[in-house]
C-alpha cells in the first residue's frame, strides 16, 4: 500500500481556533496507490510552503530593554529565507515519496535525502511511528536512488530536511493508518470508529485483533484515488517530541552499518588515483606505465582526467603503485599561491565600505583561513560502467545532479545510469560534490570494468573541498546608548554552488525578493539573518578566485559573518559601558532569541567571578526557524595554552559549554542535543585550531593527523544542552546551527580573557605545528605490521 498528501485549503491554526502557526487540525489529501500491498503518498499544494510574509520570528514588538534606544532593523529573512525556498521546491513532487506496509508488519519508506549521520532516518521513522501508532522498530527507513522525477525534493542541505518532510511523511502515515483501519473493519466485522490502532495491532470491540501485516493485502488499491486526512495534534503525540536512541545505533557500534566501500559489487576491486602536487594539475606523460602495470597485484593503469588510476587487488598495492608512478605534471589552478597572495586578492575585491561615519564608530576587518571539508569518511564510491548502462554507489546529497553529470561524462542517457544513495561517514556539506562518483565512473569506463575508487586522506585534504578563505569587514556606527547602523562586507573566495543549489535558485529566481543578483549573493542573503534593532543594516558579498576546490560546508557563510558580528557587539557593549549580556538583550528583535541567551546565561552562570586569563563569551545565532546562544569558558592561562601535545598545538582550551538551543517543535530531542554537540566541536575548531596553510600552490595538510579539527584536548570538560519547550507546530533546521554560535562565543570569550580582539581565525594558524609531507608521490607509504594480508 503506498500513500500521499494533499492539503484541503484550510489555513493553519484556524479551525480549531488557534491563532499560534502551525498544523493544528488541518485537512490534507493523500493518495492510496495502485500497489500489491498497501502503498500510500503525499500531494500538498501552495499552501503548505511558508508564507511570503512577516514571519512570526522577526520578533515584531519584542522591544529594547531599558536604557537602550534601538532603532529598527529590516532583514530579508523576515519574508523568506533558504530554507523556505528548498521547502517550496520540494512541494510540487511530495506526491512521489511513498510509504508501503508489507506483510510482515514492517512499514518501508525510501527517504529521498541523504543519511550522513545527523538522524534523519531515526527522525523520520518517527514521524510514520507516530502517525501509523506502529512500534518505532517496525519501521524501515532506506535512502531512495536518484529519481530525476523528484525535481528539487531530493537535495539535502540548508539544514531543510526535516522541515521539508515532516508534513508529506505524516500525510502519507495518516493515510496509511486510515487504509489499514477500513480493511481492519471488514475483516473483523465493525465500524471503523469501534476499532483501535497501537502499535501496529487493530483492536475490535469484542477484543478480535488483527495486525497490520495481516492488512497489508487486504488495505492495497487496484487504482490509484485521493482520500482526505486529518493530522494528530500536538497534545496527542507519543512519539514526536520524545528523546529517541538513534535506529541505526546497534549497527554503527558494531561495525554492521554499511558504507560505500562495505558493498561488495562483483569484481569491483580497489582502485586510487595519482593525484598533482598542486591544486588541480593536470596529469601530462607518465613514464614508467608498463612497469607499474606489472608490480604485484596491479591489474590496471590509465590517465584521466584527474591524474593516473591504479586498479589493484588490495588498497595497500594501490598505494604502492601509486607511489612508484612517474608523472609530468601540468600547472594547476592556484599555481604559487599562498595564504599571504590570497589575503590581498580578497582584500583587493572587497566592495567599498563607503564613507565613514560623522558619529563614532566600531570598525574591524577579520580574516578567517582555509578550513578542510573532509569528512570522517574518505571520499569513496563503486562504479560499474557496460556499454549501455551504467550503476553508480555513493553516499550523495545532490544524487540527481551526479546523475545528470555521470550520465554525461560516461556518454550514456540519464535513464541508463542508476546512482544508489550509500550512507556516508559524516559530510558538513562535502558530501553535495559527488567528484568520487564522477571519477569513478569515468575509470570504470576507460578500465571496462567495476572498481572501487578511495581517494586517499592526503587527496582529501590536499585536492579535496575547502571552505574558502574570507574576510569579513564590519563598521557599527553608534551614539550614546543607540546604534545607528551596521555596515558587513564580507569578501570570500568563490564557493562552488555546482552542486544543485544554483538549480533551485534558478527555478525561483523570478519569485525571490531579492532583485537581480547572483547565486552566491543569492545564497548569502537568503541564509544570513540580523538578529538586533542596529537602524541601517546592510551586509554585501563579494566572491574572487574561482581556483579552489570550495565547498558548502557546514553552515557556508554563517561561521565567519556571524563571528566578526558577535566580536563587534561585545567591542559595541564596550564602548557603551555595558555588559555583552545586557548589550545583547538591550538590542535584540526577537522573543525566542532572548529566551535562549537567557537560559545559555542562567544555566551557564554568567558573569560568575572567574581566574585571571580565564573568561565566559557569549554569541548567538538564529536561522531557518531555529535560534540558539551559546555560553562558553574559556583558560588562556600560559600554563593552559603552552601544555605539551604531541605533534599539536595546545592553545586555548575551552572548559565549559552551555547551548540553548530552540528548534521550534523538536521531533527527537535527543537528536538535536547530538546536532549541537556535533556543532559546537566544529565551531571550537575553527575559532581555535583547525585551517589549511597554503604554500606554493598546495595545502601543508595530508590527513587528520595535521589538520587539527578538536581534539581530546581541547574538548570541553563541562557541557550542557538546554532543549527549549516547543514554541512552534512545526521544527526548524538544526544540523548547521550551533556553528556559528559556538565559533562566536569561543572568540567573544578570548578577547575578554586577553583583553584583545582576535582578528585572524583560527586564533592557532600562525604556529606550523608539523612537518609537512611531500606532494611527490602524493600519499605516505602504507604502514605495515608483517603480516600478509593478501588474500
Known amino acids: 500500500m503506498a500513500l500521499g498528501a494533499g492539503e484541503l485549503g484550510v489555513h493553519g491554526g484556524e479551525e480549531d481556533g488557534s491563532s499560534r502557526p502551525g498544523i493544528g487540525r488541518r485537512r490534507f489529501l493523500g493518495y492510496v496507490l495502485a500497489a500489491p500491498t498497501l502503498a500510500v503518498a503525499a500531494e500538498l499544494g501552495a499552501g503548505t510552503g511558508p508564507a511570503v510574509a512577516a514571519s512570526a520570528e522577526a520578533g515584531a514588538g519584542a522591544g529594547a530593554g531599558v536604557g537602550a534606544k534601538a532603532v529598527p532593523s529590516l532583514d530579508i529573512t523576515d519574508i523568506l529565507d533558504l530554507n523556505d525556498l528548498l521547502t ?33 532516518t531515526t527522525s523520520t521513522a518517527m514521524l510514520i511511528a507516530e502517525e501509523m501508532d506502529v512500534p518505532l522498530e517496525k519501521v524501515k527507513v532506506t535512502l531512495a536512488d536518484a529519481r530525476p522525477e523528484l525535481l528539487f525534493n531530493q537535495f539535502t542541505g540548508a539544514s531543510n530536511t526535516t522541515i521539508s518532510t515532516f508534513t508529506p511523511v505524516r500525510v502519507a502515515a495518516a493515510v496509511a493508518r486510515g487504509r489499514l483501519l477500513e480493511a481492519a473493519a471488514v475483516a473483523l466485522g465493525a465500524a471503523v470508529g469501534e476499532l483501535t490502532l497501537k502499535a501496529g495491532v487493530v483492536t475490535g470491540p469484542l477484543g478480535r485483533t488483527i495486525g497490520i501485516g495481516a492488512l497489508a493485502e487486504k488495505a492495497a488499491s487496484g487504482e490509484d484515488r485521493k482520500v482526505a486526512v486529518t493530522l494528530k495534534e500536538r497534545g496527542e503525540f507519543s512519539v514526536i517530541g520524545t528523546p529517541r536512541s538513534r535506529i541505526d545505533a546497534l549497527e554503527a557500534v558494531t561495525g554492521r552499518k554499511k558504507f560505500a566501500m562495505d558493498l561488495q559489487v562483483p569484481d569491483a576491486l580497489p582502485t586510487m588515483v595519482c593525484r598533482p602536487p598542486t591544486l588541480n594539475g593536470k596529469p601530462g606523460a607518465v613514464a614508467n606505465l608498463d612497469a607499474v602495470r606489472a608490480l604485484p597485484g596491479v591489474t590496471d593503469v590509465a590517465v584521466v582526467s584527474t591524474g593516473v ?47 565613514p561615519a560623522v558619529t563614532p564608530t566600531v570598525e574591524a576587518t577579520f580574516t578567517f583561513h582555509f578550513r578542510s571539508n573532509s569528512a570522517l569518511e ?19 546529497k545532490s544524487p540527481i545532479v551526479a546523475q545528470q ?22 559530510s558538513f556539506g562535502r558530501r553535495l560534490f559527488f567528484d568520487a562518483a564522477l571519477e569513478a565512473a569515468e575509470i570504470s569506463k576507460e578500465f571496462g570494468k567495476p572498481v572501487k575508487l578511495m581517494w586517499h586522506r592526503a587527496d582529501d585534504s590536499r585536492q579535496g573541498r575547502a571552505h574558502p578563505m574570507a574576510t569579513s569587514r564590519v563598521r557599527a556606527a553608534y551614539l550614546g546608548n543607540s546604534v545607528l547602523g551596521y555596515k558587513q562586507r564580507h569578501t570570500s573566495v568563490a564557493t562552488d554552488l555546482g552542486h544543485g543549489l544554483g538549480e533551485v535558485i534558478t527555478a525561483f529566481a523570478a519569485k525571490l525578493p531579492v532583485g537581480d ?11 544570513q539573518s540580523m538578529p538586533y534593532q542596529f537602524g541601517v543594516y546592510s551586509r554585501l558579498l563579494a566572491e574572487t578566485d574561482k581556483g579552489f576546490n570550495t565547498g558548502s560546508m557546514r553552515g557556508v557563510y554563517s561561521p565567519d559573518v556571524v563571528c566578526a558580528r558577535e566580536l563587534i557587539v561585545d567591542a559595541l557593549a564596550s564602548k557603551m559601558g555595558k555588559d555583552p549580556l545586557r548589550f545583547r538583550r538591550d538590542f ?3 522573543e525566542r532569541v532572548r529566551a535562549v541567551l537567557d537560559k545559555a546565561a542562567e544555566v551557564g552562570e554568567w558573569g560568575r567571578e572567574m581566574p585571571e586569563g580565564t573568561a565566559q563569551g557569549i554569541a548567538l545565532h538564529n536561522e531557518y526557524h531555529s535560534v540558539c546562544a551559546v555560553l562558553v569558558e574559556l583558560d588562556c592561562r600560559p600554563e593552559t595554552v603552552g601544555r605539551p601535545v604531541r605533534d599539536g598545538v595546545a ?8 547551548c540553548a538551543v530552540d528548534a521550534g517543535l523538536a521531533v527527537n530531542p535527543r537528536g538535536l542535543e547530538a546536532q549541537m554537540m556535533g556543532g559546537i566541536m566544529d565551531g571550537i575548531a575553527q575559532t581555535l585550531t583547525a585551517s589549511l596553510h597554503l604554500r606554493d600552490g598546495h595545502f601543508l595538510e595530508a590527513s587528520w593527523d595535521n589538520y587539527f579539527y578538536t581534539r581530546q584536548w581541547n574538548t570541553p570538560p563541562e557541557f550542557k544542552v538546554v532543549v527549549m519547550p516547543p514554541t512552534s507546530e512545526k521544527p526548524g533546521g538544526a544540523g548547521e546551527l550551533a556553528v556559528a554560535a559556538s565559533a562566536a562565543a569561543v572568540a567573544c570569550a578570548y578577547g575578554r580573557a586577553t583583553g584583545s580582539m582576535p582578528t585572524v581565525f583560527p586564533i592557532n594558524h600562525g604556529t606550523l605545528s608539523f612537518e609537512p609531507k611531500p606532494t611527490v608521490p602524493p600519499v605516505p607509504a602504507s604502514p605495515t605490521d608483517g603480516l600478509n594480508h593478501v588474500l
Open 88 to 120: 517550496v521546491a520540494s512541494l510540487p513532487t511530495a506526491n512521489r515519496i511513498t510509504i508501503v506496509v508489507n506483510t510482515d508488519g514492517t512499514v518501508s519508506f525510501a527517504l529521498p535525502r541523504a543519511e550522513v549521520g545527523q538522524g534523519i
Open 309 to 355: 588510476a591504479v586498479r589493484a587487488r588490495t588498497f595497500g598495492q594501490c598505494i604502492d603503485a601509486v607511489r612508484a608512478l612517474k608523472v609530468s605534471w601540468k600547472p594547476g589552478t592556484a599555481e604559487g599561491k599562498s595564504d599571504e597572495t590570497v589575503r590581498k586578492e580578497l582584500k583587493d575585491a572587497e566592495i567599498w565600505l563607503g564613507l
Open 378 to 396: 574518505t571520499n569513496c564510491a563503486i562504479a560499474d560502467v557496460r556499454p549501455d548502462r551504467a550503476e553508480i554507489w555513493s553516499g550523495l
Open 405 to 426: 553529470a555521470i550520465a554525461k561524462r560516461i556518454g550514456l542517457p540519464r535513464d541508463k545510469v542508476t546512482v544508489h544513495v550509500t550512507e556516508s561517514g559524516g
Open 517 to 527: 543578483i547572483g547565486f552566491s549573493e543569492t545564497f548569502f542573503q537568503l541564509s
Open 588 to 590: 535584540l528583535r526577537d
Open 651 to 658: 592553545g586555548p582550551r575551552v572548559t565549559k559549554v552551555v
